[in-house]
Nanobody
């Protein structure tokens, strides 16, 4: 069993930056691909970014490419999402997820077996 705890959300003005962190329990974290998803009010959950178990492959939604960066520190059992040039449309609850069956990384939510509780990101205009 893996437990994921997100932190780092908050309120920021458009154009600003935030860094989300996701701390994972469990000794096998280093072998897991990880991802970030988000869900805005009234909308379906959507893929934001993903990373392979080793960190050598990353995947991004077109809407965040060039602005967001996902990274993984296996020594600290933590995955990060650096968010720059934030826009009001980035406002959502952001979720961290683990995909132990797809260690090369995946963009599909159905491939992720473990989820965090989410952290709110609000971008004001």
């Amino acid at each position: 069993q893996v437990q994921l705890v997100e932190s780092g959300g908050g309120l920021v003005q458009a154009g600003g930056s935030l860094r989300l962190s996701c701390a994972a329990s469990g000794r096998t974290f280093s072998s897991y691909a990880m991802g970030w998803f988000r869900q805005a009010p009234g909308k379906e959950r959507e893929f934001v970014a993903g990373i392979s178990w080793s960190g050598d492959r990353t995947y991004y939604a077109d809407s965040v490419k060039g602005r967001f960066t996902i990274s993984k520190d296996n020594a600290k059992n933590t995955v990060y999402l650096q968010m720059n040039s934030l826009k009001p449309e980035d406002t959502a609850v952001y979720y961290c997820a683990a995909a132990p069956r797809y260690n090369g990384g995946t963009i599909y939510s159905r491939h992720y077996d473990y989820w965090g509780q989410g952290t709110q990101v609000t971008v004001s205009s």
